[in-house]
């Protein structure tokens, strides 16, 4: 069975910091890329950071610089470390496989505001 487990969002002041977690299915992890999503108030979804196992990384522009995603693959679980954050990155993160199953977790809301 195909599970997703987002967590590590919350209410963060513009420039700061938070570490998203994802927990995924180990079928999944060991045959997916995997890729942080993330869907703001009124606008599609859109893939924010992708991580090829042992390969390499793809950032959208907006988290370029700003963003880290990495995975621990003995633990089936994929980490994005969003610093610097500003209002616009405001959403609600999902993580899934690149390109996405279309399976979803229940997501974690960040919400930039001061």
């Known amino acids: 069975q195909v599970q997703l487990v987002e967590s590590g969002g919350g209410l963060v002041q513009p420039g700061g910091s938070l570490r998203l977690s994802c927990a995924a299915s180990g079928s999944i992890f060991s045959s997916y890329a995997m890729g942080w999503y993330r869907q703001a108030p009124g606008k599609q979804r859109e893939l924010v950071a992708a991580s090829i196992s042992g390969g390499p990384t793809h950032y959208a522009d907006s988290a370029k610089g700003r963003f880290t995603i990495s995975r621990d693959n003995a633990k089936n679980t994929v980490y994005l470390q969003m610093n610097s954050l500003k209002p616009e990155d405001t959403a609600v993160y999902y993580c899934?496989?690149?390109?996405?199953?279309?399976?979803w977790g229940q997501g974690t809301l960040v919400t930039v505001s001061s």
């Open positions: 899934n496989a690149v390109p996405n199953l279309r399976v």
